[in-house]
């Protein structure tokens, strides 16, 4: 259990989040190949010496084919219902190749990373567009992203065909779960929507109500929860609506119906929102309105918990204390590097990172290692080595 405050409430909202380690794609378990190394000693230090021993990694073509500026590409949102959350992640993104150049230039490779960044829009078109323009003018081979499983479906039909690794720090619907050129660094929603579903039957509720969104994450989270809610002997109403709407009104009146409808059959009912931070802002303020929802516990997945709820409208805020809202959300084990990154980005930009920020450094990070162990900026052979490299790989999540 964890808690997070959003900064104008009065009260902390409790946060239930959920455990998934470190999941490179849909199949990733075979072992990597053994690395060859060499050590390189490199003296630095001002007003004295020090000695650093890094340890370099030497495949078998070597990355003697790699010079000059390599692209990586990053299409992740700036703007639509992910922007504040693509915002953080791509400054997260830079800083991993940022890094990883600095080792490059330590042991004197000829080549620097590149991130070339395009606005994926939160909306499949608005991605499949700035995909392409990544790959026609940049002739990238590798892309950090997308943020979300709807957008990255809209974009892996023209990856696939054209050898282009999308490596996506925050898509977890288990439908795109396929062998393709699609990888991912976050577990996928079958853990969170069974995880969600415990957390929902534990605080002694009998039947849910999901709003969701209709789209392939919607759908995972929300099929996912219902299924293993009612094994648990729990009653589950779906309520799917169209992202793509400005307003939800009309689906939060349903909402209150359903809820009302449950509770006069004596169901202790508890609703479940899966939502970006657009939508789910728009549906909280209709329901902040509501006088039965307003009593009513909610619980939500992971994509809600945005910097943006720090600034919605203060009934928002209100209506998120008064009804006690919780969650799941995937934390990564303690670690050094984690712990680094974190004081790196409160130090950079006074504030706690958005929940992938930390996914995101991963990600880009593990397209320039794999692009440095295959040796050559070729989608083929970076989609062969990515699993070896991510299986041995230690990062930030």
């Excluded at 959920?18 to 794609?25: A, D, K, R």
């Excluded at 909280?284 to 929802?293: T, Y």
């Excluded at 600034?311 to 084990?333: N, S």
């Amino acid at each position: 259990m964890g808690g997070y405050k959003l900064r104008g409430a009065t009260q902390t909202i409790a946060v239930a989040l959920l455990v998934v380690g470190l999941i490179i794609g849909a199949a990733i378990g075979f072992f990597a190949a053994p690395a060859k190394v060499e050590t390189v000693t490199v003296t630095a230090g001002a007003g004295g010496v020090q000695t650093i021993t890094i340890t370099k990694t030497v495949t078998a073509a070597g990355a003697a084919g790699l010079k000059g500026e390599i692209p990586i590409g990053i299409l992740l949102p700036q703007t639509g219902g992910l922007a504040a959350d693509g915002k953080d992640m791509i400054a997260a993104a830079k800083k991993a190749i940022e890094d990883f150049n600095k080792y490059l230039e330590m042991i004197g490779a000829p080549y620097r990373f590149k991130p070339v960044v395009a606005d994926s829009g939160t909306n499949p078109e608005k991605a499949l567009a700035a995909l392409q323009t990544l790959y026609n003018q940049y002739h990238v081979q590798v892309v950090v992203g997308t943020a979300s499983s709807w957008v990255l479906s809209g974009v892996m039909g023209f990856a696939n065909e054209h050898h282009i690794v999308m490596i996506s720090p925050s898509s977890t619907s288990p439908a795109l779960a396929l062998p393709d050129y699609i990888f991912r660094v976050v577990g996928n929603d079958r853990g969170q929507g069974k995880a969600l579903a415990t957390l929902v039957r534990s605080r002694g509720f009998d039947a849910a109500v999901i709003i969701f969104r209709d789209e392939a994450y919607g759908r995972g989270i929300a099929e996912t929860f219902k299924q293993h809610f009612e094994k648990m002997g729990g009653t589950a109403v779906l309520l799917p609506y169209n992202p793509q709407k400005s307003d939800f009104g009309p689906e939060v009146q349903k909402l209150a119906s359903e809820v009302q409808r449950l509770m006069n059959e004596g169901k202790k009912v508890a609703v479940v929102i899966v939502a970006f931070e657009t939508d789910g802002i728009n549906i909280l303020s209709h329901a902040s309105k509501i006088d039965v929802l307003r009593k009513t516990k909610w619980f939500a997945s992971e994509s809600i918990r945005s910097p943006a709820l720090i600034q919605a409208p203060e009934e928002v805020r209100k209506f998120l204390v008064d009804v006690e809202f919780e969650g799941t959300f995937p934390i990564p084990p303690e670690n050094p590097k984690g712990k680094a990154f974190l004081e790196w980005f409160r130090k950079e930009y006074g504030r706690e990172p958005s929940p992938f920020a930390a996914y995101a450094y991963d990600a880009a990070y593990l397209a320039c290692l794999a692009v440095t162990m295959a040796g050559t900026y070729d989608g083929t052979v970076i989609k062969e080595v990515l699993p070896k490299v991510a299986y041995n790989y230690f990062g930030v999540t």
